[in-house]
């Protein structure tokens, strides 16, 4: 009887440790494809969720057609939703299965609508801010001047035109690949081959900057001033409001500009504050007011910071590495790539949260939808509004008033 050699022996037990070990890998590596996929679906779901309820509550409550900021926030929730549907579901079997099923032409396609649509909810983050800063910042009647419908109508207009010049016709034309072949068939090899099996995309320095600036740093420029505009706006009159409340139960008559940010939407912009001129007779009858006018100024400053840190956030590593890593060579992982553009992707899953959630208005047109149209909540959100305006009505002026909804 022939007897195993010690080596023999050796052998099969380094044999069976690496057969153990690539089975513990590939167990390793199934489960964590399972928890990404669970992820990745719950983040698209709570993404269409969220947006589809913000659609559907203006589409049925009246009131809130009215205001001209929430056909922005809807505007905002359709290209959010389209994000959702379109872009994401794709992104995530090319993540989970690491290889791309659809051919060379419906990669482009993708490519040009992630772009396009991602774009298209920054743009609109901006017309949002724009807005308020025109609402809070300026008197009432410049803000009717330059906020027509006519106006709203054309910033829309291009929010969804604008990111065309740098989705469709520049990657449709491969106009970002122009200098890099080599380097995009190079990473095509190593990926799989050909975009059949693998979606590469890869831009020159000049479409990335150019496409950097158009969507993200322009924007983000102007919603910082904007947003930089209305915190000093707020902190201004909450400084006059507690000087107000220091002078004692001194007589004050006058015409005093105050803002007053409504806690049934202080933490929306798009409903942040009103401006009007009110006759404030005494500081002792308005202390009470006082004191929670400056609680509300000071929550809506957070409020703006927490929309501009949830933005850049999101979308600051995408866009700082999509500049830097064409000047680098090309040499940022693919598993950082594709961590900061699911971040990004996220920020559409917050904007219903940061812009109608928070919004009482909108939070009871919500409890309508999800409670098959129970006007309970209707009827209670009414008589809160009218509450919460009671204490200081409109001034008119020359007979015009001067409230500014």
């Not at 070990?21 to 928890?35: D, K």
């Not at 308005?286 to 100024?297: G, H, L, T």
């Amino acid at each position: 009887m022939a007897t195993a050699s010690p080596q023999h022996l050796l052998d099969d037990i380094i044999n069976t440790g690496q057969k153990q070990q690539e089975q513990q890998q590939e167990f390793l590596s199934s489960l964590e494809t399972i928890v990404l996929a669970i992820f990745l679906s719950i983040v698209i779901i709570m993404t269409v969720f969220g947006n589809l309820l913000v659609m559907v509550a203006l589409c049925k409550d009246r009131h809130l057609r009215k205001k001209k900021t929430n056909y922005f926030i809807v505007s905002l929730a359709f290209a959010d939703l389209l994000v959702a549907l379109v872009v994401m579901p794709f992104a995530a079997i090319e993540l989970t299965t690491g290889e791309w099923r659809y051919g060379e032409i419906f990669c482009l396609v993708r490519t040009s609508l992630d772009v396009f649509l991602t774009t298209a909810s920054i743009l609109h983050l901006c017309c949002i801010a724009l807005d308020r800063y025109y609402a809070i910042c300026c008197q009432p009647l410049v803000y009717r001047h330059k906020m027509t419908p006519v106006r709203v109508a054309v910033m829309l207009g291009l929010c969804w035109l604008i990111p065309t010049f740098i989705s469709f016709l520049p990657i449709m034309q491969s106009w970002n690949a122009i200098g890099i072949e080599e380097i995009i068939e190079e990473r095509q090899v190593l990926t799989g081959g050909s975009n059949d099996t693998s979606c590469v995309f890869l831009v020159n320095q000049p479409y990335a900057l150019i496409c950097s600036a158009v969507a993200f740093y322009v924007p983000l420029a102007l919603m910082v001033l904007a947003y930089q505009r209305i915190y000093v706006t707020a902190m201004s009159h909450a400084r006059q409001i507690e000087t107000l409340q220091r002078a004692g139960s001194a007589p004050i008559t006058g015409m005093i500009p105050v803002i007053t940010v409504r806690p049934s939407t202080s933490s929306d912009p798009s409903e942040h504050c009103r401006l009007r001129t009110a006759m404030v007779s005494s500081s002792l009858e308005q202390a009470p007011i006082a004191n929670s006018r400056m609680r509300v100024e000071t929550k809506a400053a957070k409020t703006l910071a927490i929309i501009m840190g949830c933005f850049c956030l999101c979308w600051a590593p995408f866009f700082i590495t999509n500049v830097v890593d064409p000047f680098i060579h090309y040499s940022v992982p693919w598993q950082l790539w594709t961590a900061w553009l699911w971040l990004g992707y996220i920020n559409s899953g917050l904007n219903p949260f940061l812009y109608a959630f928070l919004n009482r208005a909108f939070r009871r047109a919500f409890l309508v939808i999800l409670c098959c149209g129970d006007e309970r909540y209707s009827r209670q959100g009414s008589y809160s509004y009218r509450q919460t305006r009671r204490p200081c009505t409109p001034t008119s002026v020359n007979g015009t008033s001067m409230a500014l909804r």
